[in-house]
C-alpha cells in the first residue's frame, strides 16, 4: 500500500509538471527538455499497474513481461532527462542532446531481457524477482538494469551541484535514494539466486527507490516553479529597461539571434545602457542605476543565490 501511494503521489507532481509547463515548453525549446523528462516519467510510473491495470498493458505487448523492459527504459530515460534539464547549455534542444549513452544503455537492457530471458511467463508485477529464483538469465538482466539506473542515478547526484539552490537537496535526496534503491534490488537479486532471500533485504528497494523518485520529481516541480518566477523576473526588468535604452537611442541588439532567450536579450541591453552612458557622458540618474544593480543581481542569481 504504501508503495502505491509513493508511486502515485510520484504520477501525480509529474502530471502537474506536465500540464502547468505545456505553454512554456511550447514557446521555449530549451523548456521542452525538463517538461519532456516529467512526461516520460509519467509513462514510466503509468507502466506500474497502479492506474491502469498491469496485464491490460502488457497485454498490449503480447503479454509476456515485456512491460517491465518498457518501464526500465522509460525510467532511465526520464532520468537522464533530468539530467540534461540541469546540465545542458541554453542552447540546448532535445534534438542536440547527446543521446549515445541512453540510446546505448537501452539498446544493451533489451538484448540482454529478450536473450537471457526467452520465457518469461505471463503478465505478472513480480515476475522478475519470481523468475530469478531459478533463472541466472533473469539476476543477470536485473543486476543490469538496476547498475544503469544507479549510474544514471550517480550521474544525477553530481549534476546536483549545479541546480538552483532550493532544488539541490531534493535532487539530491532523490539521487541518493534511487542509487540505495538500486544497490538493495541487486543485492537482493543475488541473495535469491544463490544464496536465501533475506525478507528485510527484499523490502528495502520500493521504500529507497520510489522515495527517491518522489524527491526527484518535487525537485523537478520546485525548479519548474523557481525557473519560471526567475523568467518572469527577466521580463519584467527587461520591461523596465527598454523605454531607460529608447531614451538614449540604444534600440538593437548587435549579433543576437531573434529567438534569444530573455536573461541574454536583458544582459546585452543593460551592457548597451551603460556604454552608452560612458561614451556619451551622461551619467544614469539614481533610479537608473538601481535597476541595472538589479539587473545584475538577477543575472547572477543563478550561480550565487543572490536575491534580486
Not at 515485456?66 to 541554453?90: E, F, H, R, S
Not at 539498446?107 to 531481457?113: D, E, G, H, R
Not at 536579450?265 to 556604454?275: Q, T
Request: charged share 15%; proline share 4%; aromatic share 8%.
Amino acid at each position: 500500500m504504501v508503495t502505491v501511494m509513493l508511486i502515485d503521489a510520484a504520477l501525480a507532481g509529474l502530471l502537474l509538471v506536465v500540464v502547468l509547463r505545456a505553454r512554456v515548453a511550447w514557446r521555449q525549446p530549451r523548456a521542452r527538455i525538463a517538461w519532456l523528462a516529467a512526461l516520460v516519467g509519467s509513462i514510466a510510473l503509468l507502466t506500474q499497474g497502479t492506474i491502469i491495470p498491469l496485464g491490460l498493458l502488457d497485454g498490449l505487448l503480447g503479454g509476456t513481461n515485456v512491460l517491465k523492459l518498457v518501464q526500465n527504459v522509460l525510467t532511465m530515460v526520464a532520468l537522464w532527462l533530468g539530467i540534461q534539464a540541469g546540465t545542458a547549455p541554453v542552447t540546448a534542444r532535445i534534438r542536440t542532446l547527446r543521446w549515445g549513452f541512453p540510446g546505448l544503455l537501452a539498446a544493451l537492457f533489451a538484448v540482454v531481457f529478450f536473450v537471457a530471458m526467452p520465457e518469461r511467463g505471463t503478465s505478472s508485477f513480480r515476475f522478475l524477482e519470481d523468475l530469478a529464483v531459478t533463472s541466472t538469465g533473469a539476476w543477470a538482466y536485473g543486476v543490469l538494469h538496476m547498475a544503469g539506473i544507479a549510474l544514471v542515478g550517480l550521474l544525477l547526484l553530481r549534476s546536483a551541484r549545479g541546480s538552483l539552490p532550493r532544488t539541490r537537496v531534493f535532487f539530491r535526496v532523490g539521487a541518493v535514494g534511487i542509487v540505495l534503491g538500486c544497490l538493495s534490488e541487486i543485492l537482493d537479486l543475488t541473495l535469491t539466486r544463490f544464496f536465501e532471500p533475506d525478507a528485510v533485504v527484499s523490502a528495502l528497494f520500493d521504500p529507497l527507490f520510489y522515495l527517491g523518485v518522489v524527491s526527484f520529481v518535487v525537485g523537478i516541480f520546485v525548479a519548474s516553479r523557481t525557473t519560471a518566477k526567475i523568467r518572469r523576473r527577466g521580463e519584467d526588468l527587461l520591461a523596465r529597461l527598454e523605454p531607460i535604452a529608447r531614451e538614449r537611442g540604444v534600440h538593437s541588439f548587435p549579433g543576437l539571434p531573434a529567438d534569444a532567450v530573455t536573461d541574454t536579450r536583458l544582459h546585452a541591453l543593460r551592457v548597451a545602457v551603460e556604454d552608452d552612458a560612458i561614451a556619451t557622458s551622461t551619467p544614469l540618474a539614481p533610479a537608473q542605476r538601481a535597476l541595472l544593480d538589479d539587473i545584475d543581481a538577477h543575472l547572477t542569481r543563478r550561480t550565487t543565490g543572490a536575491r534580486s
